[in-house]
């Protein structure tokens, strides 16, 4: 019987064949902690008898939450947790390199074939490259400190074939969305999601990440696409290895099959207060918005901002909205200035902020009042997620957001003269 | 003990907002539980009552704050009908038991709780609901004391020992 590239990952990470459903301890191939998260999972690594830790060259450690820190509190957690990785010789990339998951993966800290676990639940981006990854909590990250290795259920895989071109200004933000609204908050719990079909061969690296990163959003444990071409040409520039085939046979079990046809695909909006909410934008344009968010690990790439100032163009942002931009890492920003966007947001009325969370965090900077409206870029849109409960939080994609900045209303991006 | 009755997809923004995630003690972050959607909670709730949810219980983010500021609060046990996956785990790790309880929608708020984890049912009023036995393999380690309790007594477990670089 043929296996899914889930069961294929881990039956290798094993040293046997292991099939979904079995619970198994795994060693994994990389880790990833920080600034909310890692305070904890060090002094659960200590409070586990942990001395030193399994293998300093697989752990990373940034900041990119409360950055530069916002309080005393953030400002002792980082100077623990910079102790900690001076004391282990953990490589600390400090507030310095961005969001977190951008961060691996320009690093080339996940690959293909590869397990790799991040003390923060939109670690399932690193699909993207093929790996298998998951978020865990700060406990399960002490363990994996220690011992390198955790206790996984192997997960069913959900197949999610995409096919269809995407019409002018629709992208993989609002495949997402729309996927999410089809499965539902908790439709893929405990499974892994593969993205496969034409679409997806055809789709970038930043929009596969965007993909992979929202898994979670339908309780998946993993997002992946099988490792391509496009993936490897990626891979070269960021890691020594040789190519080799992973994919799931056709004969594998899959709990379910679905199809997606993106040629009619509108642009989506999820409204509040669940991701699952999506809905094409025109039933919610017109609707005011007080904060527009463009950047985080699900949409801060080049290309994500690039969108955006395409659709802004030579326009101004709304007098009355605040725009907030954040490049999703230093590697990022530095080709968001080269190519002269930077001038082009703030020219327009933007804040453009060094890369970090931003107001997905909900805690550091940009919150919204009662009674305000959020459209951001990013992940989430839960009550009180960047700030007052009794505030609302709308996603979209990139160009979404611009066009919507420009009018001060939830607008179609199409509806944007050029 | 009483209940306190939440809906479906309660998240762990909601659980604990992200402007507490300095904080990693569990008594400070309890008194923020709920903080926003529900306020009474921190300044009622009182040791050994029950938290209720409905689906997807936990879901978002992995921040074991939530968990914890449960913990905090005198919380031991969160009934629902489903829980997200990175909650369940993390619920186990810091010693909060999360039991799946198909019935749970028919808990109301305030009512009195029993769990009995041996005989898998509850008891919400006196009325008896059946519940579902922990995963064989979690089930192995809350009986070793927790997550930390067993890693303390384990030397070793097959790990990737070749460095990357």
Redo the contacts between chains.
């Keep these: 019987m043929g296996q899914t590239i889930v069961e294929k990952i881990f039956s290798k990470n094993c040293g046997r064949d292991v099939q979904a459903g079995e619970v198994v301890m795994t060693p994994v191939d990389g880790a990833m902690i920080h600034d909310i998260t890692g305070p904890l999972a060090i002094q659960k690594f200590y409070e586990m008898g942990g001395k030193t830790v399994f293998d300093p060259e697989r752990i990373i450690m940034l900041f990119d939450h409360q950055v530069p820190a916002d309080s005393i509190e953030a400002a002792q957690n980082q100077a623990g947790m910079r102790k900690f990785a001076a004391e282990q010789q953990i490589h600390n990339y400090d507030i310095n390199e961005g969001v977190c998951h951008q961060v691996v993966l320009e690093k080339g800290r996940a690959a293909p074939g590869e397990i790799v676990v991040g003390a923060d639940s939109h670690t399932c981006m690193y699909g993207a490259t093929g790996a298998f990854a998951t978020g865990i909590g700060s406990t399960d990250m002490g363990f994996v400190l220690k011992f390198g290795a955790l206790y996984f259920k192997v997960p069913e895989t959900i197949r999610a074939e995409v096919t269809g071109k995407f019409s002018d200004r629709v992208g993989a933000k609002d495949l997402i969305l729309a996927i999410a609204a089809d499965i539902g908050a908790d439709g893929a719990t405990y499974q892994a999601i593969e993205f496969c079909g034409k679409t997806i061969e055809k789709m970038k690296m930043p929009g596969r990440m965007t993909c992979c990163n929202m898994a979670i959003e339908m309780g998946a444990k993993a997002g992946i696409v099988a490792p391509d071409t496009i993936t490897w040409n990626y891979m070269k520039k960021k890691r020594k290895m040789s190519r080799f085939e992973l994919f799931s046979d056709e004969d594998a079990t899959f709990s379910e099959r679905r199809t997606y046809d993106v040629s009619r695909l509108e642009p989506q909006v999820a409204v509040p207060h669940n991701v699952d909410q999506g809905v094409p934008v025109g039933k919610v344009a017109g609707i005011h918005v007080d904060q527009v968010f463009i950047g985080s690990c699900t949409n801060g790439r080049f290309e994500d901002l690039a969108e955006a100032a395409e659709v802004l163009g030579k326009k101004s942002f709304a007098p009355d909205v605040r725009v907030i931009v954040i490049p999703a890492s230093r590697d990022e920003y530095i080709k968001v200035l080269q190519a002269g966007l930077i001038e082009q947001f703030v020219r327009a009325g933007a804040l453009v902020e060094a890369p970090c969370c931003g107001p997905c965090m909900g805690g550091a900077f940009g919150l919204i009042g009662p009674g305000e409206v959020s459209l951001s870029t990013s992940n989430r849109n839960f009550k009180g997620r960047q700030g007052s409960t009794e505030g609302k939080v709308y996603l979209c994609s990139p160009a979404t957001a611009a066009a919507s900045a420009i009018t001060g209303e939830i607008t179609d991006p199409r509806e944007v003269l050029r | 003990m009483r209940s306190w009755k939440f809906g479906d997809?309660i998240?762990t923004?909601?659980i604990i907002?992200?402007?507490?995630?300095?904080?990693?003690d569990p008594k400070e972050l309890a008194k923020h539980a709920f903080e926003?959607?529900r306020d009474a909670f921190a300044r009622e709730v009182t040791a050994g009552d029950v938290v209720v949810g409905g689906?997807?219980f936990g879901?978002?983010?992995?921040?074991?704050?939530a968990p914890?500021a449960l913990v905090g609060a005198g919380v031991r046990v969160v009934i629902a009908r489903?829980f997200?996956?990175?909650f369940f785990?993390?619920a186990v790790?810091?010693g909060l038991l999360p039991v799946v309880c198909e019935n749970a929608d028919q808990i109301p708020d305030d009512a009195r709780v029993i769990v009995n984890t041996k005989k898998h049912e509850i008891k919400v009023d006196g009325k008896k609901f059946p519940i579902e036995p922990v995963?064989?393999?979690m089930q192995g380690?809350i009986d070793a004391g927790?997550?930390?309790a067993y890693?303390?007594n384990?030397k070793?477990?097959?790990?990737?020992?070749k460095?990357?670089?």
């Design positions: 997809d998240d923004d909601a907002p992200g402007r507490f995630l300095t904080i990693n926003g959607t689906r997807n879901c978002g983010s992995s921040r074991e704050h914890l489903s997200a996956r990175i785990r993390n790790n810091v995963p064989a393999f380690i927790g997550l930390v890693a303390k384990t070793e477990v097959p790990a990737c020992t460095s990357r670089r």
